[in-house]
DNA sequence: GTCTATACCCGGATAGAC
DNA sequence: GTCTATCCGGGTATAGAC
C-alpha cells in the first residue's frame, strides 16, 4: 500500500468515524502517524483528498448497486443499505460540491446505469427514481422521520409508483 | 421591530446572501451595527439562532404549500419553488440537525399536512411523494443534474407514480 | 519526504467596565 | 444592553532545515 492510498484510507476512517468536521489535515496526519505538512507532499491540498474520496465513494457506491439483487426492490434495497452503511461517504457526494473536474470520466454514469437500467432506459423515470431514493436516505440519515415509522413501508408505497407497465396498455 | 427580530432577519439575510459559511456571530453583529457579544443579550449561543430560523423556515414552508394550486402538480411546484427560492433555509432544515427540542410543537406536522392531504391521509405514500420531492430539490441544489437537464419531464415522470388511483378497483 | 516552527485567519464565547 | 479586551481553540497552508 502506497503512501497515497494510506492517506485515503485514514481519511475515509475518520469521515465514518467522525464525520466531515473530523476530516481535518492535523487529525488526518495524526492518524497515519506524521505531521501535519508532511501530507501536502502526496496532495497539494484538501480538496484533492476530497476528490479522492469522492471517487473512491464513487466506485464504491456502483459496485453495490451492480451486484444487487434484480429488480426494482432489490435496487433500491442496495441503494438504502449502501448509504446507511456508508452516511459520511454518501454526504461527501450529496451535499458537498462534487469536483466534477477531477474526476476521471466515466465514474459518475457508472454509478448512474442500474437505475437507468431499471427503467428501461427512460431517463426522465430514472431520474424520478433517483430523486426518491435519495430524497428518502436523506431523510432517514437526517432523523426527520419519527421515532418508530416503518421507513420500509414508505419505500414501498413510492416504489409501487415505479413498476411496469406504466403507460397502459403497453408491454415489454 | 424588537432587536431579537432584527437579529433573526439578518441572519436569515446573511444565509440567503451567503450560504451557512456566511451565518458568523462576527458578521451577524456587522450586519446589525453592534458588537458581537451583544448578541449574547439576546440569545444564549448560536444554536438558540438556527433554531430560531428553522422555526421560520418551517413557517415559511407550510404557508407556500398551504397556498398552493390544489391538485398533486400544484403542491409539487410549490415545494420546488419554494425550495429554489430559499435554497440555504431549506438547506438548514434538512442538512442540519434540526433543533426539535426548541422548536414550538406543531410546525413541523403544519409543514406535512398538505402532502398528507394529497395522499388522501396515507402517510407511507404521503412519506414516499415527501422523499421524491425532497430527492429531487436536494439533487437539484447540488448541482447533480447535467446541464440542459429536463428537471420538469423527471418531476412529472415521477408524479405519474402519485396519481391516483393506485390500487385497482378502488375509488374515492 | 519528513521534520519544526510558524504565519495567518477564523470561529464561539466570556469578563467586567460603563 | 452595549462596549473593549481577551481567551481559547481550531483550521489550511508555507518556509526552510535535514
Redesign the pocket.
Known amino acids: 500500500m502506497t503512501?497515497t492510498d494510506e492517506i485515503l484510507s485514514a481519511a475515509e476512517r475518520l469521515l465514518a468515524a467522525h464525520g466531515p468536521q473530523g476530516?481535518?489535515?492535523?487529525?488526518l496526519?495524526l492518524e497515519i502517524?506524521?505531521?501535519?505538512?508532511?501530507l501536502?507532499?502526496?496532495f497539494?491540498?484538501?480538496?484533492a483528498i476530497e476528490a479522492a474520496l469522492q471517487e473512491r465513494a464513487l466506485r464504491g457506491q456502483s459496485e453495490a448497486l451492480a451486484h444487487a439483487t434484480p429488480g426494482l426492490a432489490g435496487l433500491a434495497s442496495a441503494y438504502r443499505a449502501w448509504a446507511l452503511r456508508n452516511p459520511h461517504l454518501y454526504g461527501l457526494l450529496s451535499r458537498q460540491h462534487l469536483h466534477r473536474d477531477r474526476l476521471p470520466p466515466g465514474v459518475e454514469d457508472a454509478a448512474a446505469a442500474p437505475l437507468l437500467r431499471e427503467t428501461g432506459g427512460d431517463i426522465d423515470r430514472a431520474r424520478a427514481l433517483w430523486g426518491l431514493a435519495h430524497g428518502l436516505v436523506e431523510l432517514e440519515l437526517a432523523g426527520r422521520f419519527p421515532e418508530g415509522t416503518d421507513i420500509e413501508a414508505a419505500w414501498r408505497a413510492g416504489l409501487e409508483g415505479f413498476q411496469r407497465p406504466r403507460r397502459e396498455g403497453f408491454r415489454t
Do not use: C, E, F, N
Open positions: 503512501r476530516l481535518t489535515m492535523r487529525q496526519a502517524g506524521v505531521k501535519a505538512p508532511s501536502y507532499k502526496h497539494p491540498d484538501k480538496a
